[in-house]
């Protein structure tokens, strides 16, 4: 189980906006920021940081960070939040079946997901992996 994961960010200030608004649905909020080695800002839900942004050199390479959504609306949301912060599509929330069979044992029949690429260049995505 990870605990917490940070990545250094350009422009901390847009990717601490970018953050709070697109990550509001999944219930994310900045839990608290450290200025002494930074800043840092830590986003969490239910009071516990999880994930960490900070000023400094950008991240490479990029990353692919997927956050779990409660719900397909939950996964939704972020995307329409995400997409009018600024972040660039990277595929529309949906069903993602295995393309083709076998090659993408990642990705099941209930797979719902949604990708947009953050200020930095990072695929970030939101999934939800019930039925319905």
Not at 36 to 41: F, H, K, L
Not at 63 to 80: M, T, W
Not at 90 to 99: C, H, T, V
């Amino acid at each position: 189980m990870i605990d917490h994961i940070g990545l250094s960010v350009v422009d901390y200030e847009q990717s601490k906006s970018f953050y709070t608004r697109a990550l509001a649905p999944l219930s994310y909020e900045v839990i608290m920021e450290v200025s002494e080695v930074g800043p840092w800002a830590g986003l969490g839900a239910g009071g516990k940081p999880d994930f960490w942004i900070g000023k400094g050199e950008a991240t490479t390479p990029r990353l692919h960070i997927g956050f779990r959504a409660r719900d397909r609306a939950a996964v939704r949301a972020f995307y329409d939040a995400a997409i009018r912060t600024g972040a660039r599509d990277n595929g529309p929330p949906g069903l993602r079946p295995e393309y083709p069979p076998g090659l993408r044992p990642e990705y099941h029949p209930n797979y719902y997901g949604a990708f947009v690429i953050d200020p930095d260049g990072h695929n970030v995505e939101a999934v939800c992996h019930d039925p319905e």
